[in-house]
């Protein structure tokens, strides 16, 4: 049994920074891609940052240049630094890891940005 835990969400104003970090309950490799999504109240949930195995990464045309995506390998953990955040922003964030067979996600954690 996989097991994905979140942590670094809570309240942030307009501008400002948080780190989510996302601890895998076994070694990272065995994943091809880990990443990061949200849903807001009454949106989809959708991808934010992806990161592969080979280190390539991808972004939603939403948060490019604001969010980074990074990996530990040493620690099995996935983080998402957010900068310039944004009203818009708000949602729970979700760690995410896809293998061959099949897909696990995290329980969430809450992200509110205030205006």
């Known amino acids: 049994q996989v097991q994905l835990a979140e942590s670094g969400g809570g309240l942030v104003q307009t501008g400002g920074s948080m780190r989510l970090s996302c601890a895998a309950s076994r070694t990272i490799f065995s994943f091809n891609v880990m990443g990061w999504y949200r849903q807001a109240p009454g949106k989809q949930r959708e991808l934010v940052a992806s990161?592969?195995?080979?280190?390539?990464?991808n972004y939603a045309d939403s948060v490019k240049g604001r969010f980074t995506i990074s990996r530990d390998n040493a620690k099995n953990t996935v983080a998402l630094q957010m900068n310039s955040l944004k009203p818009e922003d708000t949602a729970v964030y979700y760690c995410?890891?896809?293998?061959?067979?099949?897909?696990?996600w995290g329980q969430g954690t809450q992200v509110t940005v205030s205006s």
């Open positions: 990161i592969r195995n080979g280190g390539s990464t």
């Open positions: 995410n890891a896809a293998d061959y067979f099949r897909t696990y």
